[in-house]
């Protein structure tokens, strides 16, 4: 299937290269794949082997191609529907939960039974692969380009890789430390943990250690040749990739101090801005170019959780229950145009674009549920279950989803045409 999924890439110098197929090197993983960013390169994501995972009877002819969008950056807002907890019409959905005996693998009514059988109900989406081994809260999922191996790092102290082709755990690393985050880009892995930023290059097997780091590091992204890292006493370390391939690779530029008054809890990127959330409740706007922080969003009355760029929008989650929309006001400031309140804290959220290429997002729950809903209407579309919260989602290649629970539950989703759940 050619599939082409939109992901984030660096302006300016791309730490990406061709990757060997050596297993000794295959300790690490790509960042996550964020489709909504119209600021960045889009791409096939071309891997070395067919992966079980995505076999032929999920695949759709078209592939989930991304729907254009037009200019980059946040500009005027575009015009948002009326949230509507309905589900849309001729979708297999409805307000079942998951049956209690089925969960334990003896519920006797079969396909009587009036709860679901399934983890999800959302048309074409399929749990493909549970992975069992991490203790704790999974912090990163990833799928290296060019590989079959699935990479996850959990507060357990464990990275774990993982083979596509049968589902089993191949190698397992012992951090001696609790991870707070994990993303990559090209050959580099990024690891943090506390008072210390790990990288890896897969090509070259070279082991790095990134000076200056103080606390727990808990979110982490690339942008414009740079790494940034957000510690838990709410600074930002930058540092820059050079030509050097040798000793240096990254040299340590400056830490972003005094904007968070807490924890980076997390990051993205769009066009030519970087924002950064916090456990003080803050979203903070920075100019890649300057690295000076050129706005404050102070709307939300509960840690930030998450953050996305879809169209010409941002959107945010919150412990405070609810998920926030923003959009350039007349004056260039940043505003709130639409404000979804839930009936719980939202932990995640992340977007893709279905089998008929049209736009959608995953928002994650205290109770264990992700709501899957269609952009921009918010209409929701269907559900997915775990007996945990969901704390990390992540988008692959393929039509693949990954999400990870905090006891440590990691499943492969499959998200094409032609399956209903």
Known sequence: MDYKSPRKYSHGRNFGVARQQDFAADIVTRRPYLPYDNGMKKGPNKLSRNLVWTSKEYQSPEGNKPRKNAANGLTKPQVLGTRSNQPRKNVAYGPRSVCKYWKDGNCKRGEQCQFLHS????????????????????????????????????????????????????????????????????????????????????????????????????????????????????????????????????????????????????????????????????????????????????????????????????????????????????????????????????????????AEAKPIIFCSYQNGTVGIFDLPSFQERGKMFSTHTIGTLTIGPQGLLFSGDKSGNLRVWSLAAGTKV
């Open 119 to 354: 983890w999800s109900c959302f048309s074409g989406l399929v749990m493909v692969a549970g992975l069992e081994g991490h203790k704790k809260e999974i912090k990163g999922i990833g799928l290296p380009q060019g590989s079959d191996k699935l990479f996850s790092v959990s507060s357990d102290g464990a990275l774990r890789i993982w083979d596509c082709n049968s589902g089993q755990c191949v190698h397992s690393i012992n951090l001696q430390a609790e991870a707070g985050s994990l993303i990559s880009e090209g050959p580099w892995v990024f690891l943090g943990l506390p008072n210390a930023v790990k990288a890896f290059n897969v090509q070259t097997g070279k082991d790095l250690h990134l000076e200056g780091v103080v606390g727990q590091v808990h979110a982490m992204t690339v942008a414009n040749g740079m790494l940034f890292a957000g510690t838990s006493c709410g600074s930002i370390l930058v540092w820059k990739a050079t030509d050097s391939d040798e000793s240096d690779p990254f040299k340590y530029l400056t830490a972003l101090e005094g904007h968070h008054s807490g924890e980076v809890s997390c990051f993205v990127v769009g066009g030519q801005l970087l924002y950064s959330g916090s456990v003080d409740r803050t979203i903070k706007v920075w100019d890649l170019n300057t690295l000076q922080c050129i706005m404050t969003l102070k709307q939300h009355t509960g840690t930030v959780t998450s953050l996305l760029c879809w169209d010409k929008c941002l959107i945010s989650s919150s412990l405070d229950g609810t998920i926030k929309v923003w959009a350039c006001s007349g004056n260039g400031s940043l505003k709130v145009v639409q404000t979804l309140k839930e009936e719980q804290s939202v932990h995640a959220l992340c977007g893709m674009h279905d």
